[in-house]
């Protein structure tokens, strides 16, 4: 009688080990996958910010849904950035915004195959503000402040 009931122990605890080590795998993927992702629509196409723990944003203009960063085609970001995007027939126009309050060293990446795409930064703030204030006048933009996800979009 004492070796059925030390069976049914084993048993119990071994599926308490189960369920403890299933919740934790879920919690991970959750906290993996949710990581503050964010799908905007402009002029027919679909942009990812994904806010990462690790203190960089992601940014593609598709929607992404993969766990580990993209490979090809994003834009690479601090958290508390302002970028422009602006779409000038199928080419992007990218701004990054100077007034920002990223530590010093940290700087927007464009890592584009298959888009073509412009980045306009310059040390001269006159020059980017103006071409900026071009672009946003004449073509269809996203403007996000990462850092709180304020967006600011004009469509066509």
């Keep these: 009688?004492?070796?059925?009931?030390?069976?049914?122990e084993r048993k119990r605890s071994n599926r308490m080990r189960k369920i403890a080590w299933i919740s934790f795998c879920?919690?991970?993927?959750?906290?993996?996958?949710f990581q503050c992702r964010h799908f905007y629509e402009?002029?027919?196409?679909?942009?990812?910010?994904?806010?990462?723990n690790s203190g960089k944003c992601y940014i593609t203009p598709y929607r992404y849904?993969?766990?580990?960063?993209?490979k090809e085609d994003f834009i690479i970001t601090p958290n508390l950035s302002s970028?422009?995007?602006?779409?000038?027939?199928?080419?992007l126009i990218i701004f990054d915004e100077d007034f920002?309050?990223?530590?010093?060293?940290?700087?927007?990446?464009?890592?584009f195959k298959n888009y073509h795409y412009k980045y306009v930064h310059s040390d001269d703030f006159l020059y980017v503000q103006?071409?900026?204030?071009?672009?946003?006048?004449?073509?269809?933009?996203?403007?996000?402040?990462?850092g709180d996800l304020h967006i600011d979009k004009k469509d066509r």
């Design 42 to 52: 402009l002029n027919n196409k679909t942009f990812t910010v994904w806010k990462r």
């Design 65 to 70: 849904w993969g766990i580990m960063p993209p």
């Design 83 to 91: 970028i422009t995007i602006c779409v000038k027939n199928d080419s």
């Design 130 to 146: 103006n071409m900026r204030r071009i672009y946003l006048r004449n073509y269809p933009y996203l403007s996000i402040s990462i």
């Design 26 to 33: 879920l919690i991970i993927i959750a906290l993996v996958w």
């Design 100 to 111: 920002t309050e990223c530590s010093e060293g940290e700087v927007l990446e464009c890592h």
């Design 1 to 8: 009688m004492q070796a059925f009931e030390f069976i049914l």
